[in-house]
């Protein structure tokens, strides 16, 4: 009797002992923690850790979480929990730098104004209170960034959460604008008007600098400039036409150098005056290509020269005079890329709303042996071609394109990122002494005295390709609304602007945050539950069919009987008829009572199989092991006592 109540004592203290240490582990030991999860998704990649760590004054992080809302929903609660155990991980990282406030704003609370306040977004609840579950920082002078809504239903979203905040903390530690230097060989910045002629207006600016510089603060080079300002931090060539070899080397030396790039080149510009050429009447020698191969190829790629990207299975539908005819069909060398065509595992392209627009756009390969890395960012599908460039020159007929598509059943790359160590395309050194390069007039001699050698041989680049220019221009990705001659606004018609500024904002966040990639997904689905549940679908799907078949049958039927019986029919109705039809309805009613039957039983069967799974994944292993631990320690005792 003695033993039988020690080992009854022994395992109601082993119970109270399991979740007590729980209990207190969880509240005082939050700091203390091992990852055990298979993407590692509470551990901080190396680039976290150091932009953590590079924090010199404080930032302060509020976390908005409404706590009693939350808890009604597992997967908002579990997402919270993992966005605040990362924000401890930041903090823990910073040297005291990084202040983490939680606050939980309650209906009608101070707290609640202040999350109103700061921009948070409210989620209505069905209990009518609002859901606050959102992250603002700031830093010592001021400045701002909001997240003002944590998805939690989208995975997409979640498994950039460390970049995200990563890039929040880097912008905050470092506020000023950045400068991003623009070289181009367009009018970007528009043209002013021809005072011979006085009924035309030159093109306007394009949008995108407009764009660009509500973010950055940005500076116009020429085309023959041979200095890249020496405060740039990123700089963006778009269609570099006939560059002098003084002005690639300049941007040689500043990429080898460790300055970001982004270049934007096309074989076949149609934003070009040269591309817009009469069809009828073509200038000699124009050509509206543009390319930095002599660069691209001693960093390991190139674009595939006067060859554009088809791709018949995102070609953008257009209209076009097919003789006396206006028809409608596919382009394929306009198109129409998302989800499928981006990576999802880079942060320019991961979002999955993400939409871009490319017309006649260049393919991008890498070249053997080389040393650099080339990650597709923007890819075509499998069903693409590559076609003459020359073909575009006279505004062929979209039929004809599609009459001789032939897919070559591969990705074409449209757009890369390129990372690793280069060589200069300069061997020879400095080319000041070259032909093209002295403009104004010195003597030989004093050219070839600057001929010194390049001040760099290789270094270890970091760029962004992008094999077509006309994604640019207005048409591809805005337009403007208007009331006479007063603008409403732009409306967006892709996200290329978006991309444009995601890569620039990418490359300034330095070889740390660009060094983040996307984990794996925090949701951790049932795949045994979801075939479990397929399956059950599928042994009822017949029967349901079946009786929806027979629903449908009995539907005309009444609706046959009645129309027959109706006032005005020429057919004398028999008594029996509105039998008929009664027992019509009848069987319809039972069909629906039997099909509801069905269906109710196929979704009972599901929850009866998944919840049986999730009983032995989430609670019988754990009673096993508690199980355990209670006999081993009422054996323990027991020994003891028999001694």
């Known amino acids: 009797m003695e033993k039988r109540s020690i080992g009854l004592i022994a395992a109601i203290i082993a119970i109270v002992l399991f979740f007590g240490v729980n209990v207190l582990a969880n509240a005082a030991l939050r700091s203390v923690r091992v990852d055990l999860t298979e993407e590692q998704l509470y551990t901080l990649s190396e680039g976290s850790k150091n932009i953590a760590r590079d924090v010199d004054e404080p930032i302060r992080l509020y976390f908005f979480y409404s706590e009693s809302g939350g808890r009604q929903y597992p997967l908002i609660k579990d997402y919270a929990g993992r966005v605040r155990d990362v924000l401890d991980e930041f903090v823990a990282n910073s040297d005291g730098n990084l202040i983490l406030e939680i606050i939980d704003p309650e209906p009608y609370s101070e707290a609640e104004e202040q999350a109103v306040r700061e921009g948070i977004l409210p989620m209505p609840l069905p209990s009518g209170d609002p859901l606050y579950f959102g992250l603002v920082g700031t830093n010592a002078t001021d400045d701002r960034e909001v997240m003002p809504y944590l998805d939690a239903f989208d995975p997409a979203k979640q498994r950039f959460l460390e970049y995200e905040l990563s890039r929040m903390i880097y912008t905050l530690a470092n506020p000023d604008k950045n400068r991003v230097a623009i070289l181009s060989s367009l009018p970007l910045e528009g043209m002013p008007q021809n005072p011979m002629m006085q009924q035309q207006q030159g093109p306007p600016p394009w949008k995108i600098l407009a764009h660009l510089n509500r973010f950055f603060d940005t500076v116009m080079m020429a085309p023959t400039d041979t200095e890249i300002p020496a405060d740039t931090d990123v700089l963006v060539v778009i269609h570099p036409k006939d560059l002098s070899n003084a002005t690639l080397f300049a941007i040689d030396q500043y990429v080898l150098g460790g300055g970001k790039l982004i270049a934007f080149v096309d074989p076949h510009c149609e934003a070009d005056p040269a591309g817009q050429q009469n069809p009828m009447q073509p200038q000699p020698g124009a050509s509206a290509a543009s390319d930095l191969n002599r660069l691209f190829q001693s960093w390991g790629f190139e674009m595939v020269t006067s060859k554009v990207a088809g791709d018949r299975k995102n070609a953008l539908r257009v209209q076009y005079q097919d003789g006396q005819r206006l028809k409608e069909g596919p382009f394929v060398v306009w198109l129409q890329l998302g989800e499928d065509a981006l990576d999802p595992e880079d ?19 890498p070249l053997p042996d080389a040393k650099t890395t080339f990650t597709p960012l923007v890819q075509t599908s499998e069903e693409s071609m590559e076609i003459d460039g020359g073909m575009l020159l006279f505004r062929p007929n979209p039929d004809a394109l599609m009459r001789n598509f032939v897919p070559g059943f591969q990705k074409l790359t449209l757009a890369a990122r390129i990372t690793g160590e280069a060589r200069t395309a300069f061997p020879e050194g400095d080319p000041a002494g070259a032909p093209d390069a002295p403009e104004n007039g010195e003597p030989e001699e004093a050219a070839d005295a600057t001929a010194t050698g390049p001040e760099l041989t290789s270094g270890a680049i970091q760029m962004i390709a992008v094999a077509d220019v006309d994604m640019l221009a207005d048409r591809q990705w805005v337009q403007e609304q208007r009331l006479m001659n007063i603008s409403l606004g732009l409306t967006k018609l892709s996200d290329n602007g978006d991309f444009l500024v995601n890569a620039i904002e990418n490359l300034l966040g330095g070889n740390d945050l660009i060094s983040i990639q996307s984990r794996g997904n925090y949701a951790r689905p049932f795949e045994r539950v979801d075939q479990i549940r397929l399956d059950a679908e599928q042994r009822f799907r017949s029967e349901e ?42 069987d319809e009613l039972d069909t629906k009572r039997a099909l509801r039957n069905v269906q109710l039983d196929m979704r009972k069967d599901i929850e009866r199989l998944g919840t049986r799974l999730k009983w032995m994944n989430i609670g019988l292993i754990p009673v096993l092991i508690s199980a355990a631990a209670i006999a081993l320690g009422a054996w323990r005792v027991q020994r003891r006592s028999s001694r």
Do not use: C, F, H, Y
Request: charge should be negative; glycine fraction near 4%.
């Open 545 to 586: 069919m079946e009786l929806e078949r027979k629903l449908q049958e009995v539907t005309r039927r009444i609706q046959e009987l009645q129309s027959e019986s109706a006032p005005g029919s020429t057919v004398l109705v028999p008594d029996d008829l509105a039998q008929q039809i009664a027992q019509a309805k009848q």
């Open 347 to 365: 942060a320019i392209t991961s979002r999955p709303d993400l939409g871009l627009r490319m017309n006649s756009p260049g393919i991008l390969q």
